[in-house]
């Protein structure tokens, strides 16, 4: 079973459930990747307040953020392509943490690998993965915060 998390990207940092520790680790991660990501991009202080304001970005060097995070985080390859076993590997830490997200985070990335049709545009492709993960994690009760 293909089990992709699009948008542990900025996923499960709010979720009171999630500890402490884990939460801190990962805000220090995505602080370093989110730094490095702007300028790999091109992207301006309006496209990081976007992301940052959980808004869909409205130039493409915002949807290349999100597109870096993924990469970065080792959820799509450098070509644009989902990588299934990475995002496995990203998901462990949440699963040992927070069994019941994890399974929802889990359902959530593989639903919206199997729905989003692919892109030529890798950036494109990525943000529309994670309006996926938007959509169907409202959907599943999940607090917006989490799913950006």
Known sequence: MFKFVVLLTCAFVAVN??????????????????GECAKEVGANEDDIAELMAHKLPS??????????FHKHLGLMNEDGTLNKEGAMK????????????HEKVV???????EEVA?????????????????????????DSSVLH
């Open 17 to 34: 459930a999630v500890s402490e520790e884990l939460k801190g680790k990962f805000l220090e991660k995505m602080t370093k990747i989110g």
């Open 59 to 68: 130039r493409h060097e915002g949807e290349c953020m999100i597109f870096c």
């Open 107 to 113: 359902k959530i990335g593989k639903e919206c690998a």
């Open 90 to 101: 990203a998901a462990e830490p949440l699963k040992a943490d927070d069994p019941e997200l």
């Open 118 to 142: 692919a892109d030529d545009d890798k950036c494109k492709y990525a943000t529309k993965l994670t309006e996926c993960v938007v959509k169907k994690g409202k959907a599943m009760g999940l």
